[in-house]
């Protein structure tokens, strides 16, 4: 599914009353980078914005510009417009959203529609192409430092640093042009992934313990109990990332990341795919969503070992269905 631009740039060029641009919760590079784009540019054009997110930013993202605006939600206000954008939907935010009038911006596959204002488009390697792209067609010359610097930040993440396979020309392209416009590549990468402290370490180490291999390798997974994160005075935060040890690993095609957070009675999953199996399908059996390479989901399971049953259970049902890997995994 893609969506024009048009309707929603009429849409905002039009309104008159507040605005808020939500990310999803446990935000990411993606989330972040493009709610904190859309909130400047739009604060730019004389719009009464606010940008917002149910958790507290994480330290590998507290160098984006203007992250200290970034307001917790959930707030009283009733917003004439919200828009969440790299979600499937306003549930993702993780909080209560009062607004009149609703609209989605995200490269994930299904989720919840809005109407004509909606910009999907699931060929878009992260949401920071798809608000970039908006914001280019609207006025490139309110593109600045601060904004290209966000967008950047957003593309090359979901890009793994121009690694995966979501990486084109066009991609590469994008990446010039916002170079051009002020972003910075080499402070993007250091404060992104050399800032990690001790403590992460220590859980890292902790994490490492319980990786495990399932289907004669083609799968594999660590858990990130909550204890763990207390033991070594952590946050859930510090989780981030986590998921692509098990998927180094060669021969692996799905990797998961099976996160305990015990205050919401849930396991968080994080998962990833080498490109043959499609993790969103995987996401989606267990009611959540994403794209192929990368999806996620939360499980509600009386225990951690119901929680893993479920999850490999969903994980095993698509590797069977999947071109090339049904002979080679054991009934």
Same mark, same amino acid.
């Given at each position: 599914?893609?969506?024009?631009?048009?309707?929603?740039?009429?849409?905002?060029?039009?309104?008159?009353?507040?605005?808020? /641009?939500?990310?999803?919760?446990?935000?990411?590079?993606?989330?972040?980078?493009?709610?904190?784009?859309?909130?400047?540019?739009?604060?730019?054009?004389?719009?009464?914005?606010?940008?917002?997110?149910?958790?507290?930013?994480?330290?590998?993202?507290?160098?984006?510009?203007?992250?200290?605006?970034?307001?917790?939600?959930?707030?009283?206000?009733?917003?004439?417009?919200?828009?969440?954008?790299?979600?499937?939907?306003?549930?993702?935010?993780?909080?209560?959203?009062?607004?009149?009038?609703?609209?989605?911006?995200?490269?994930?596959?299904?989720?919840?529609?809005?109407?004509?204002?909606?910009?999907?488009?699931?060929?878009?390697?992260?949401?920071?192409?798809?608000?970039?792209?908006?914001?280019?067609?609207?006025?490139?010359?309110?593109?600045?430092?601060?904004?290209?610097?966000?967008?950047?930040?957003?593309?090359?993440?979901?890009?793994?640093?121009?690694?995966?396979?979501?990486?084109?020309?066009?991609?590469?392209?994008?990446?010039?042009?916002?170079?051009?416009?002020?972003?910075?590549?080499?402070?993007?990468? !250091?404060?992104?992934?050399?800032?990690?402290?001790?403590?992460?370490?220590?859980?890292?180490?902790?994490?490492?313990?319980?990786?495990?291999?399932?289907?004669?390798?083609?799968?594999?997974? /660590?858990?990130?109990?909550?204890?763990?994160?207390?033991?070594?005075?952590?946050?859930?935060?510090?989780?981030?990332?986590?998921?692509?040890?098990?998927?180094?690993?060669?021969?692996?095609?799905?990797?998961?990341?099976?996160?305990?957070?015990?205050?919401?009675?849930?396991?968080?999953?994080?998962?990833?795919?080498?490109?043959?199996?499609?993790?969103?399908?995987?996401?989606?059996?267990?009611?959540?969503?994403?794209?192929?390479?990368?999806?996620?989901?939360? /499980?509600?399971?009386?225990?951690?070992?119901?929680?893993?049953?479920?999850?490999?259970?969903?994980?095993?049902?698509?590797?069977?269905?999947?071109?090339?890997?049904?002979?080679?995994?054991? !009934?």
């Amino acid at each position: 599914m893609k969506v024009e631009t048009i309707p929603l740039i009429e849409l905002l060029k039009e309104e008159k009353g507040s605005i808020l /641009i939500a990310s999803h919760e446990s935000p990411d590079a993606d989330t972040l980078g493009s709610a904190l784009a859309l909130y400047l540019f739009l604060r730019k054009k004389g719009k009464r914005v606010s940008v917002g997110c149910k958790d507290k930013v994480p330290h590998f993202l507290d160098f984006l510009p203007h992250v200290e605006e970034v307001l917790k939600l959930p707030t009283q206000e009733v917003y004439d417009l919200a828009i969440v954008v790299d979600a499937s939907g306003f549930y993702r935010i993780g909080a209560e959203v009062k607004a009149v009038k609703r609209a989605r911006i995200d490269h994930h596959i299904g989720g919840e529609f809005y109407g004509e204002w909606d910009y999907i488009d699931h060929s878009e390697p992260a949401t920071a192409s798809i608000i970039y792209k908006l914001l280019r067609s609207w006025d490139k010359d309110c593109i600045d430092q601060e904004i290209a610097q966000c967008l950047y930040s957003g593309l090359a993440t979901d890009t793994g640093f121009f690694r995966y396979s979501n990486t084109t020309a066009e991609v590469f392209e994008m990446a010039k042009e916002l170079v051009q416009l002020g972003a910075d590549p080499h402070k993007t990468y !250091v404060m992104f992934s050399e800032r990690e402290s001790l403590n992460k370490m220590k859980l890292i180490s902790k994490v490492l313990e319980t990786l495990t291999c399932y289907e004669d390798g083609l799968v594999a997974g /660590i858990t990130i109990f909550d204890r763990f994160f207390r033991e070594t005075e952590t946050e859930h935060s510090d989780s981030e990332g986590l998921v692509n040890y098990p998927r180094s690993i060669e021969g692996v095609e799905v990797a998961f990341a099976l996160i305990e957070k015990s205050d919401e009675g849930v396991f968080k999953v994080s998962l990833r795919s080498k490109g043959k199996v499609d993790v969103a399908k995987i996401a989606e059996r267990l009611g959540g969503g994403g794209h192929k390479y990368a999806s996620g989901c939360k /499980i509600k399971a009386q225990d951690y070992q119901s929680a893993l049953e479920m999850l490999l259970s969903a994980i095993k049902e698509e590797l069977y269905s999947t071109p090339g890997l049904e002979r080679t995994v054991k !009934v």
